[in-house]
């Protein structure tokens, strides 16, 4: 099943839609408005926890150890 993930740009607040964030999940990216390279957040593991609707899967695979 395919999720939606919502990433909102620290920089210009814009808002992307990511299909399968389960292979973006990294610590850089650059928005597709402004075009800006932005990181994770000093104590996220990537950009889907700082800056995702929905913190990435990396959490829930931590949890059920």
């Known amino acids: 099943m395919e999720s939606l993930q919502f990433l909102t740009c620290p920089l210009c607040h814009s808002i992307e839609t990511l ?3 389960s292979e973006v999940i990294t610590q850089f990216h ?3 408005h402004c075009k800006k390279p932005y990181k994770a957040s000093k104590n996220d593991c990537c950009i889907l926890c ?3 609707n929905l913190p990435c899967n990396q959490i829930e695979q931590n949890l059920a150890l």
Do not use: D, L, M
């Open 19 to 21: 299909s399968s964030p």
């Open 50 to 52: 700082s800056y995702g």
């Open 30 to 32: 650059r928005c597709v």
